[in-house]
């Protein structure tokens, strides 16, 4: 076991919140086609959101909390975090309190200024989402003209200070055309990238968004491509994906202070506006059930013989096919694309 | 040559993250991204290089704590220290 594994391994059995993905607003300056939280639910906060968002204080007393319990990763994500006009003051605060810290945005508001104060944070990653290779196509995605450009200039900004930036792509039919062109352009900026076909339902589990998802013959060729899924990572049967980190080593923290097992996995635990974390995390019965899951419980998943080409996320199973014990139908549509993969390539 | 570390300053490089859990310091280091786990001993010099004290007094610290003889203490620590320099997990600077 590597220094790495161990530390998985112990912070799993102990339940120690080691990674914190931390929504700091849904208030965003895009508006994009796929977007889960653009919903009728997050509208009435957006519009007043500061009323009901943490304020400084309240978040920093709650990274104060995260730190006592354990919690090193801790990912800044949004909405669009640089909304918040705190925003430095929080990420300056979460370094001194020696967390790990990355941040998830679209970059179309950082400047020069910005960056180097960003270069001061020696942040873990900076990671941007890109929609395309192309202006229009990146435009056409988040609806706002010359996002695209300032996402550039951003990431070209970072880049030149040294930040580690990930450049994360979400493949729906629009943009598939383009995924070898987003490849080079990655190579091009020298970024690291990270593509996927997930495109979920929204946070209220409306399920328009699915209508852009990647057609059968696109998630075919993506997953052909042994520059996204290795083929090793499919031929050794392992079962234990399936029993996923969250609510084990990984929170989800909302702008309102509710706590989830993950982003994805959105059964509400508890709210840090009238608990401590360590109450709600330890004595939740939510996330003491959640932990207890086992392979054996999870009804048909147990008896099917896809598992070992399968990436299914409980959280998408509850908001997909509502049961997060159930089978998820795009993963196994997925399943079935691997598993005639692994077949036909040669060993 | 004898090299007098005690008689600088160390100071933990502001650029880690770091937690201790279950008695044991991770430390995640900002250039190669790489996570270090110290020992129990190390991580008790570890918590004392976080609350800036120097050499001496965390030689004191763990001649106290730990049943070991004075002088191995002493190279163990010094030499503890100087990995920790040389991961750029601590900065050693010269007292002024
Ligand atoms: S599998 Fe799903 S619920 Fe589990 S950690 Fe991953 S995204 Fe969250
Ligand atoms: S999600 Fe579908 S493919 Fe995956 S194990 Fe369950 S039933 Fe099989």
């Known amino acids: 076991m590597n220094i790495f594994e161990k530390f998985i391994f112990l912070t799993e059995k102990r339940n120690i919140p080691f990674t914190v993905n931390f929504e700091l607003t849904h208030r965003c300056n895009l508006r994009c086609i796929h977007c889960y939280l653009d919903n009728a639910k997050t509208q009435k906060f957006r519009k007043n959101a500061k009323n009901y968002e943490l304020t400084t204080d309240e978040i920093k007393n709650i990274l104060d909390q995260l730190a006592d ?28 309190k020696s967390f790990l810290l990355t941040i998830f945005t679209n970059a179309t508001l950082i400047d020069s200024k910005g960056a180097l104060r960003l270069a001061d944070l020696a942040l873990y990653q900076v990671q941007i989402s890109l929609y395309g290779a192309r202006p ?17 200039q951003a990431v070209k900004l970072l880049k030149k200070l040294k930040i580690k930036v990930v450049l994360k792509t979400p493949l729906m039919k629009e943009n598939f055309p383009e995924y070898k062109e987003i490849i080079h352009l990655n190579e091009k900026l020298e970024t690291n990238w990270q593509m996927d076909p997930w495109i979920t339902p929204k946070n209220d589990g409306d399920q328009t968004p699915l209508a852009l998802r990647t057609l059968p013959g696109q998630m075919g060729e993506f997953f052909s491509n042994e520059k996204f899924f290795p083929k090793e990572e499919f031929t050794t049967g392992e079962k234990k994906r399936f029993i996923c980190s969250a609510g ?9 202070g509710d706590v989830y097992p993950c982003l994805m996995w959105l059964v509400k635990v508890g709210n840090l506006r009238g608990e401590e974390f360590l109450q709600i995390w330890q004595n939740s019965p939510e996330l003491n059930s959640v932990r207890k899951i086992k392979f054996e419980n999870l009804k048909i998943c147990k008896s099917c013989n896809l598992v070992p080409y399968c990436v299914r996320c409980p959280g998408l199973a509850d908001l997909e096919d509502g049961d997060a014990l159930g089978s998820s139908r795009i993963a196994c549509r997925t399943a079935e694309i691997i598993r005639e993969r692994v077949k036909c390539s040669p060993r | 040559m004898k090299n007098n570390i ?5 100071f933990k490089n502001e650029k880690i993250a770091s937690r201790i859990i279950e008695r044991q310091a991770f430390i995640v280091t900002p250039l190669d991204s790489t996570l270090h786990l110290l020992n129990e001993v190390g991580t008790r010099i570890w918590q004392l290089i976080e609350e800036k004290k120097n050499i001496e007094k965390i030689i004191e610290h763990i001649c106290a704590e730990y049943d070991m003889d004075r002088l191995t203490i002493e190279r163990d620590v010094r030499e503890f220290i ?14 002024a």
């Open chain 1, 69 to 96: 319990a354990g919690s090193l990763w801790l990912v800044f994500t949004g909405g669009e975090i640089f909304l918040r006009k705190d925003l430095f003051a929080i990420a300056e605060y979460a370094r001194k």
């Open chain 2, 82 to 95: 100087q990995i920790l320099e040389k991961k750029g997990i601590v900065e050693i600077k010269k007292s």
């Open chain 2, 6 to 10: 005690e008689h600088n300053r160390i």
């Open chain 1, 136 to 152: 229009e196509t990146h435009d056409y995605v988040t609806r706002i003209k010359g996002s695209f450009a300032r996402t550039l």
């Open chain 1, 248 to 256: 084990k080593n990984l929170v989800a923290i909302s702008p309102y």
